[in-house]
């Protein structure tokens, strides 16, 4: 996490990865992933999957992220896996541009009826 030595505090998922959200569920981690329960679900099974260092986008990346990336599909592709075998089916999603409310890249992984409306 040498990226946010210098970290200004307003990134969500940065602080996330810097584990300063107390009501943090944790479904996977490692080096460079973190999976976690989302904190304010739209579906039953909500869990959101982040590079602990900042990449802001899916369309920004570079190859210099190659094993951030690497990583990342790896960890999503657990949680996917196994949220589709305990409930039967899961959808993977990432938003981009003006859908993208935070600016740093993560996905979700859900499965189950929207439990409200979406951004």
């Not at 570079?62 to 960890?75: C, G, I, Q, S």
Request: aromatic content about 6%; some cysteine.
């Amino acid at each position: 996490m040498d990226e946010l030595t210098d970290y200004a505090g307003d990134d969500f998922y940065c602080d996330v990865a810097l584990r300063r959200i107390p009501e943090l569920r944790v479904v996977a981690e490692t080096e460079r992933v973190l999976a976690f329960q989302h904190t304010r679900p739209f579906w039953p099974e909500h869990v959101v999957v982040i590079p602990k260092r900042h990449l802001a986008s899916l369309i920004t990346v570079t190859a210099a992220d190659e094993a951030d990336l690497r990583e990342l599909l790896a960890v999503i592709r657990s949680v996917a896996a196994e949220v589709t075998e305990r409930l039967g089916a899961a959808r993977v999603l990432t938003n981009l541009g003006d859908y993208q409310d935070s600016k740093h890249l993560h996905v979700h992984v859900s499965s189950g009826p929207a439990l409200r409306p979406g951004p």
